[in-house]
């Protein structure tokens, strides 16, 4: 299970003990810090019992002198560890990083708005975003007040204002993260909680063993699956163990059951994996891994009628390549790919990255152009079912990269309703008339508000965009480039990523100029992506949009074209 959801255990565990405890939450930070917002500890007394709020730094001060500090109801407290000593608070660090804490007391028989709403979202196998108050001007609205979407949860301090509580609403649609209303003299920190990631391990000989505790130390919870399990002795700490007997529809079921699943096939059998990845493929999980060669996985899909490499959630061989050869160390290798995977890392050496451990990337989808080519708005041009700006904004949230923001302009209303509950920011270009240098500037302006290290401009009617080439932007620019680029059909263009340092560049940009001629510079890094050549401003670009998608689109669209 992941940090939370260990927390939300441990915390009801000492309310059926009648026992309080302090819940101190990282609600923002700025420079180094080990830990991101979101991050909790909980303490009983002057006794830790789970979570962490740094990396050793700061816990020792929340268990000396948290409950005090909160003995008058919630408050945020501010480490400022950029200097050697830290005197303001003393505790000695140089780890060049703000952080600030919510410290939360919950007395006995009482319970925590956050901590009921979480273990809802974690029962019902769904996401829900918890808005929390970090500061307020507002004697209406304290420090700790809550908002809650997703399961019902009868939160004890909730918002009741109906003004102050639409404007909570409008954040929580758009990214995670700190977020300022200045027209209301509140700061809140959004938060989406999801449930912990489930392994299912289809295979139960001696070597899924280790894999177990591996998995579940990165906060998964982890599932054996075999026909027959034999020695259920090795696999006490998993989740659950299950035995199919042949029953693969039941299997695909329990898989499609969980929010975010992770398959590991290892029977080494034959037969039973090739039977395993045909259900694993039929799933809705995220991550397929085939442990031995690839060519004995190249030959299984051949068996079911898939060419290899078609699926990208295939991984095989499986694992991070750490020259693994024991049991044990397999299960390092596998459990490695498995938080890279979910994390949409590379998994290489830390030394050999350029860019800080945390730094986002901020992206902009620029959706405010008239579509006068095609006579209608492109952006709600609909490809199999959804329309095409929905698609592109899902894809650029779904990169988990850091936040998104969509530039309105001609059509902004209806964009602005296509987008509804995508986790996105809205940001009007009222100058979009001018050209799209007004939606590049509106970007950037966004861009400086949040902590992103970079910009990525996306064209709203890039159909084809994924997370895979989103992804492999994001890396080159982690490895140290300041300007990286699409090629395709010979030229480089959108999307591509802006280091911060260049973005005063664009910020001078004006007329219908986009920022062609920054990557026409030397030291761009180009990507490669053959679907960058397709988009949408003509009638016959959307035909032939159709047409690639195949039959269902085409029929799908048939009556907008």
Not at 105 to 120: E, I, N, S
């Amino acid at each position: 299970m992941n940090e939370l959801e260990r927390i939300v255990r441990e915390a009801a565990q000492l309310e059926a003990d009648g026992l309080d405890f302090l819940l101190a939450t990282v609600v923002r930070v700025a420079g180094s810090s080990y830990r991101r917002p979101g991050a909790r500890m909980l303490v009983a007394g002057d006794r830790w019992v789970s979570g962490c709020v740094s990396g050793g730094c700061l816990e020792g001060d929340v268990l000396l002198r948290g409950a005090h500090r909160c003995r008058a109801g919630a408050v945020v407290v501010t480490y400022d560890s950029a200097t050697e000593d830290g005197e303001d608070w003393g505790v000695g660090l140089g780890c060049n990083g703000i952080v600030d804490v919510l410290l939360e007391h919950v007395r006995p028989g009482a319970r925590h708005d956050g901590l009921v709403f979480a273990k809802a979202c974690f029962e019902e196998e769904t996401e829900g975003v918890l808005v929390t108050v970090i500061r307020s001007a507002q004697v209406t609205v304290p420090i700790g007040a809550r908002l809650a979407i997703g399961p019902a949860s009868d939160l004890l301090r909730s918002i009741v204002d109906p003004v102050i509580r639409a404007a909570l609403e409008d954040a929580a649609r758009g990214a995670a993260g700190v977020v300022e209303l200045p027209d209301h003299r509140i700061t809140v920190l959004v938060e989406r909680i999801s449930p912990s990631p489930q392994l299912f391990v289809l295979g139960g000989g001696h070597d899924a063993a280790p894999l177990v505790p591996l998995a579940q130390s990165i906060g998964m919870r982890v599932t054996i699956i075999d026909r027959v399990i034999r020695e259920r002795s090795r696999f006490l700490a998993a989740d659950r163990v299950i035995s199919a007997a042949g029953a693969w529809d039941r299997v695909g079921a329990l898989i499609d059951a969980t929010a975010a699943a992770y398959v590991v096939i290892m029977h080494h059998h034959r037969d039973a994996d090739r039977e395993a990845l045909a259900v694993a493929l039929a799933s809705r999980a995220r991550y397929i891994g085939v442990l031995g060669p690839a060519r004995r996985t190249r030959e299984l899909l051949g068996e079911l009628g898939r060419r290899a490499g078609a699926d990208p959630r295939v991984h095989a061989p499986i694992g991070l390549d750490v020259g693994a050869e024991t049991p044990e160390q397999i299960a390092l290798a596998i459990a490695g790919e498995l938080q890279a995977v979910q994390q949409r890392r590379p998994g290489g050496m830390l030394r050999n990255r350029a860019r800080a451990l945390h730094a986002e990337l901020a992206i902009a989808v620029l959706a405010a152009g008239a579509s006068r080519r095609l006579g209608r708005p492109k952006q709600l041009v609909e490809i199999e079912g959804a329309p095409l700006v929905r698609g592109v904004a899902a894809t650029c949230s779904t990169a988990e990269a850091g936040p998104v923001a969509v530039i309105l302009g001609a059509h902004g209303q209806g964009v602005a309703a296509a987008l509804g509950g995508l986790p996105v920011t809205l940001v009007m270009n009222d100058a979009w008339p001018e050209g799209i240098a007004s939606s590049i500037r509106a970007a950037v302006r966004w861009a400086e508000m949040t902590a992103a290290g970079a910009l990525a401009i996306v064209l709203g009617d890039q159909p084809l965009l994924s997370v895979a080439h989103l992804t492999s932007l994001r890396d080159a620019w982690l490895a140290g480039a300041d300007l990286v680029a699409s090629r395709f059909g010979g030229v480089l263009g959108a999307p591509a990523v802006f280091d911060r340092a260049r973005w005063g560049e664009l910020a001078r940009l004006d007329g219908d100029q986009g920022a062609g001629r920054l990557l026409r510079t030397e030291g761009v890094v180009a990507v490669d992506w053959a679907g960058g050549a397709v988009d949408v401003d003509t009638d016959q670009d959307l035909v032939e949009l159709l047409a690639r998608e195949g039959p269902k689109a085409a029929s799908a669209s048939r009556d907008k074209i």
